[in-house]
């Protein structure tokens, strides 16, 4: 497995029980989920190795703070069922989040058993216990009493989704409002079908759907209604708006035809089902694709490149494998696939033939320079180094920003330089009253699980404003 | 979630007007801005420019031509069916103001987003001159309602079957040439036209606005599908747009861009046309 990491010392409790996998060979040529979950054996083989530590760290590193000692105790005693409910409690989206949390840079970053050998596997018991719930038929808690006060959630993503479901917990009366056709934001657009089936997506919105939320699809704010407009029919609103638009990197070629940017590219595949004969969508397949970009973006393009048939696929990124923002396991995901890394190498210019269409991308090899903001060496061009790529298909995953409609018609509310709207980090507050903000809108991109704490504080901090009404 | 066809006609040979229930849509809409309608779960997001809407009714009116699978499916529609998902209004409204003279040209379908425009140039106090054509007669849409919307109406026909025998950019040259004052120049039509006509007017001094027509997704920035290089410059047209100054579109671009499915396209209509003839449909 990946995770031994030549540890090949330690005691075999100290090993983690591996996760049952598709083959590489196989998963290759579908858009199955690649990791398979937990067996009943395996979760108990695997939580029987947590020491209930006294104070857990593992807690602490949680951006939601899921009784982690607590479920897995559960999980020990064979009460599946218990074990849910405790996750609950503090996560709505425990399937969601076993499967595409960075698990390895939060929770198991901390827990003791790291030290010496391999963390307790959190995610996968956390995803075991809600695909446990979900064969049994998902329980709706009983929500109290309605407090009469409403609140509009702007972005049906991860934050939209916590903070609709927390408020709707405490009574309030919560609509969501989704631009797209299909709730979920990134959940639903841009994780593929073999890392986040879009069936327990689905899943997870009914949930919150039965715990007496409206959602609106096909609804956008800041063209249909204003902000101030929803400011003004409701007594709170929630902005998780993401950060959708795509950045590009201005360089010559970038239009050609068979240029994506990783949001078009992914949401051809996922949520239109390109993949897929019988839907209308399609997506340009090239013999050759070149991903831009070292982050999960980039890793689920070019897997999703591989799966639709492409003969090779180079992840192009500027720094060293060590410097990938991506998690470790999708990047041992996609070597095992057979994707190529191109590292320390930056496209500078995109080839065309006369019909506009893609034909390579030309690229100048890179070494790291000193640290730069953020605390990465940064890459340096090395000069005369220049080489092609052959591709029919570009893919640009370099990062998104937030999208300024939104703002069109909101009085008073802060934005910094980077488009994205100044919030407190604890509330969620912003300098417009009763509007609060969380997630990659106020972040930049960054991760599921980020955003659903994000999500969770604000709605904590939209209660108490509510009350104070 | 499913808007209502409340009425559906063939205004055109394989042209055709729709009008949809979709309140939340009409109330906000504007003359520039366009919707994206899906057919059904299976169904491509395909924009469709908003052609008239009544804020009262609650109702948007689109006008396409059958291209490809998705509006030949969309023509089999008849009134008291349902589109799974109509989203809008998309897209930055044009900036109507009194300027003065306009003129509006519209060629093909591309006058049915001129409609909206001559009604809102009009209420805005401006002299609007139409011109509007067709490859012959029978493809002539909106006449009357150009006419009643505008100052002057002009026609123009590839065939000379009505009106002008020629280019809808011929009659905009003459009046161009005649020393009307005119403030600003709206092009909506086919991309060729659109370049074409950009070009014709491009000597003289007046503003050209062209309403650009590209290939996108989601339609509020997400994608990125929808790039157009404007003045050197990427702009995305769905929320930069759909309208941009016509001197400093890249017309060529564009073309290419929209040229990026049509292998795609015409194998999906063969697909779609054999399985109507099986019946299977």
Same mark, same amino acid.
């Given at each position: 497995?990946?995770?031994?990491?030549?540890?090949?010392?330690?005691?075999?409790k100290?090993?983690?029980t591996?996760?049952?996998?598709?083959?590489?060979?196989?998963?290759?040529?579908?858009?199955?989920?690649?990791?398979?979950?937990?067996?009943?054996?395996?979760?108990?083989?695997?939580?029987?190795?947590?020491?209930?530590?006294?104070?857990?760290?593992?807690?602490?590193?949680?951006?939601?703070?899921?009784?982690?000692?607590?479920?897995?105790?559960?999980?020990?005693?064979?009460?599946?069922?218990?074990?849910?409910?405790?996750?609950?409690?503090?996560?709505?989206?425990?399937?969601?989040?076993?499967?595409?949390?960075?698990?390895?840079?939060?929770?198991?970053?901390?827990c003791?058993?790291?030290?010496?050998?391999?963390?307790?596997?959190?995610?996968?018991?956390?995803?075991?216990?809600a695909?446990?719930?979900?064969?049994?038929?998902?329980?709706?808690?009983?929500?109290?009493?309605?407090?009469?006060?409403?609140?509009?959630?702007?972005?049906?993503?991860?934050?939209?989704?916590?903070?609709?479901?927390?408020?709707?917990?405490?009574?309030?009366?919560?609509?969501?409002?989704?631009?797209l056709?299909?709730?979920?934001?990134?959940?639903?657009?841009?994780?593929?079908?073999?890392?986040?089936?879009?069936?327990?997506?689905?899943?997870?919105?009914?949930?919150?759907?039965?715990l007496?939320?409206?959602?609106?699809?096909?609804?956008?704010i800041?063209?249909?209604?204003?902000?101030?407009?929803?400011?003004?029919?409701?007594?709170?609103?929630?902005?998780?708006?993401?950060?959708?638009?795509?950045?590009?990197?201005?360089?010559?070629g970038?239009?050609?035809?068979?240029?994506?940017?990783?949001?078009?590219?992914?949401?051809?595949?996922?949520?239109?089902?390109?993949?897929?004969?019988?839907?209308?969508?399609?997506?340009?397949?090239?013999?050759?694709?070149?991903?831009?970009?070292?982050?999960?973006?980039?890793?689920?393009?070019?897997?999703?490149?591989?799966?639709?048939?492409?003969?090779?696929?180079?992840?192009?990124?500027?720094?060293?494998?060590?410097?990938?923002?991506?998690?470790?396991?999708?990047?041992?995901?996609?070597?095992?696939?057979?994707?190529?890394?191109?590292?320390?190498?930056?496209?500078?210019?995109?080839?065309?033939?006369?019909?506009?269409?893609?034909?390579?991308?030309?690229?100048?090899?890179?070494?790291?320079?000193?640290?730069?903001?953020?605390?990465?060496?940064?890459?340096?061009?090395?000069?005369?180094?220049?080489?092609?790529?052959?591709?029919?298909?570009?893919?640009?995953?370099?990062?998104?920003?937030?999208?300024?409609?939104?703002?069109?018609?909101?009085?008073?509310?802060?934005?910094?330089?980077?488009?994205?709207?100044?919030?407190?980090?604890?509330?969620?507050?912003?300098?417009?009253?009763?509007?609060?903000?969380?997630?990659?809108?106020v972040?930049?991109?960054?991760?599921?699980?980020?955003?659903?704490?994000?999500?969770k504080?604000?709605a904590?901090?939209?209660?108490?404003?509510?009350?104070?009404? | 979630?499913?808007?209502?066809?409340?009425?559906?006609?063939?205004?055109?040979?394989?042209?055709?007007?729709?009008?949809?229930?979709?309140?939340?849509?009409a109330?906000?809409?504007?003359?520039?801005?366009?919707?994206?309608?899906?057919?059904?779960?299976?169904?491509?997001?395909?924009?469709?420019?908003?052609?008239?809407?009544?804020?009262?009714?609650?109702? $948007?009116?689109?006008?396409?031509?059958? &291209?490809? +699978?998705?509006?030949?499916?969309? *023509?089999?529609?008849?009134?008291? /069916?349902? =589109?799974?998902?109509?989203?809008?209004?998309?897209?930055?409204?044009?900036?109507?103001?009194?300027?003065?003279?306009?003129?509006?040209?519209?060629?093909?379908?591309?006058?049915?987003?001129?409609?909206?425009?001559?009604?809102?140039?009009?209420?805005?106090?401006n002299?609007?001159?139409?011109?509007?054509?067709?490859?012959?007669k029978?493809?002539?849409i909106?006449?009357?309602?150009?006419?009643?919307?505008?100052?002057?109406?002009?026609?123009?026909?590839?065939?000379?079957?009505?009106?002008?025998?020629?280019?809808?950019?011929?009659?905009?040259?003459?009046?161009?040439?005649?020393?009307?004052?005119?403030?600003?120049? $709206?092009?909506?039509?086919?991309?060729? &036209?659109? +370049?074409?006509?950009?070009?014709? *007017?491009?000597?003289?001094?007046? /503003?050209? =606005?062209?309403?650009?027509?590209?290939?996108m997704?989601?339609?509020?920035?997400?994608?990125?599908?929808?790039?157009?290089?404007?003045?050197?410059?990427?702009?995305?047209?769905?929320?930069?747009?759909?309208?941009?100054?016509a001197?400093?579109?890249?017309?060529?671009?564009?073309?290419?861009?929209?040229?990026?499915?049509?292998?795609e396209?015409?194998?999906?209509?063969?697909?779609?046309?054999?399985?109507?003839?099986?019946?299977?449909?």
């Open positions: 497995m990946q995770e031994l990491n030549g540890e090949k010392t330690v005691k075999a100290k090993e983690r591996p996760m049952p996998e598709q083959p590489a060979e196989e998963r290759r040529k579908n858009f199955n989920e690649v990791a398979l979950g937990y067996t009943k054996e395996d979760a108990l083989a695997e939580a029987s190795r947590c020491l209930s530590c006294k104070e857990p760290k593992c807690v602490e590193g949680c951006p939601v703070n899921v009784d982690i000692p607590g479920f897995i105790k559960l999980v020990c005693e064979e009460d599946f069922a218990g074990a849910i409910e405790k996750i609950k409690g503090t996560n709505a989206l425990p399937a969601i989040c076993g499967r595409v949390c960075p698990q390895e840079t939060q929770c198991e970053a901390l003791v058993l790291g030290k010496k050998g391999q963390p307790v596997a959190i995610g996968r018991l956390e995803r075991f216990c695909d446990y719930e979900r064969q049994q038929g998902v329980k709706v808690p009983e929500v109290p009493e309605p407090t009469g006060k409403k609140v509009a959630v702007v972005g049906s993503g991860p934050a939209g989704l916590t903070a609709a479901a927390d408020l709707a917990k405490l009574g309030h009366k919560v609509t969501v409002f989704e631009s056709h299909k709730a979920g934001g990134v959940l639903s657009y841009g994780i593929p079908e073999f890392r986040l089936p879009k069936e327990i997506v689905r899943q997870e919105v009914e949930y919150i759907e039965k007496g939320v409206e959602f609106k699809p096909n609804y956008i800041g063209r249909i209604k204003t902000l101030d407009e929803l400011c003004d029919e409701f007594d709170a609103v929630f902005m998780g708006t993401g950060a959708g638009l795509p950045n590009f990197m201005g360089i010559p970038e239009n050609f035809n068979g240029v994506y940017s990783a949001n078009e590219f992914l949401t051809r595949v996922n949520l239109m089902k390109a993949y897929d004969p019988e839907y209308d969508t399609r997506v340009r397949l090239g013999r050759h694709v070149v991903v831009v970009g070292g982050g999960n973006v980039a890793m689920d393009s070019a897997r999703s490149a591989l799966r639709l048939g492409a003969e090779e696929v180079s992840i192009v990124y500027r720094r060293g494998e060590e410097e990938m923002p991506a998690r470790r396991e999708e990047i041992e995901h996609a070597k095992e696939e057979g994707i190529t890394f191109r590292l320390l190498t930056n496209p500078v210019r995109i080839l065309g033939d006369d019909k506009f269409n893609v034909t390579a991308v030309e690229c100048i090899k890179m070494k790291l320079g000193e640290p730069d903001k953020s605390g990465r060496r940064s890459p340096v061009p090395v000069e005369g180094s220049e080489f092609t790529i052959p591709a029919e298909v570009v893919v640009i995953a370099i990062g998104t920003s937030p999208n300024p409609m939104i703002f069109k018609g909101s009085e008073g509310l802060d934005q910094n330089k980077k488009g994205t709207v100044v919030a407190d980090e604890e509330t969620g507050a912003t300098s417009k009253c009763g509007v609060f903000a969380g997630g990659d809108v972040t930049g991109a960054a991760t599921v699980i980020s955003a659903m704490g994000a999500g504080k604000a904590k901090a939209i209660d108490e404003y509510l009350k104070e009404q | 979630m499913a808007y209502k066809v409340l009425n559906k006609e063939e205004i055109a040979p394989s042209v055709h007007r729709m009008v949809i229930d979709a309140p939340d849509v109330k906000a809409a504007k003359a520039g801005q366009f919707i994206i309608l899906r057919i059904d779960e299976k169904g491509e997001r395909i924009p469709l420019t908003i052609a008239d809407f009544d804020k009262e009714k609650g109702t $948007v009116t689109v006008i396409f031509q059958e &291209m490809g +699978k998705t509006t030949k499916q969309l *023509a089999k529609f008849s009134a008291g /069916e349902f =589109l799974e998902d109509v989203v809008g209004p998309l897209g930055t409204p044009s900036d109507v103001r009194k300027l003065g003279t306009v003129i509006l040209v519209g060629g093909g379908v591309g006058v049915a987003p001129a409609y909206p425009q001559a009604k809102a140039y009009s209420k805005a106090g002299k609007v001159i139409s011109i509007i054509g067709a490859r012959n029978d493809l002539l909106l006449e009357d309602e150009m006419k009643d919307a505008s100052s002057e109406l002009y026609i123009a026909t590839d065939d000379g079957s009505k009106g002008h025998h020629g280019f809808v950019t011929d009659i905009m040259k003459q009046i161009l040439d005649s020393g009307e004052e005119v403030a600003r120049v $709206v092009i909506i039509g086919p991309p060729i &036209m659109m +370049k074409v006509g950009a070009g014709v *007017a491009a000597p003289y001094d007046v /503003e050209i =606005l062209v309403s650009l027509n590209s290939i997704v989601d339609g509020t920035g997400m994608c990125g599908g929808c790039r157009v290089t404007v003045d050197g410059k990427t702009r995305f047209t769905c929320v930069d747009g759909p309208e941009f100054d001197r400093k579109v890249d017309f060529v671009q564009l073309m290419n861009r929209l040229a990026m499915y049509r292998g396209e015409t194998k999906a209509v063969e697909k779609y046309d054999e399985e109507c003839r099986c019946g299977l449909h």
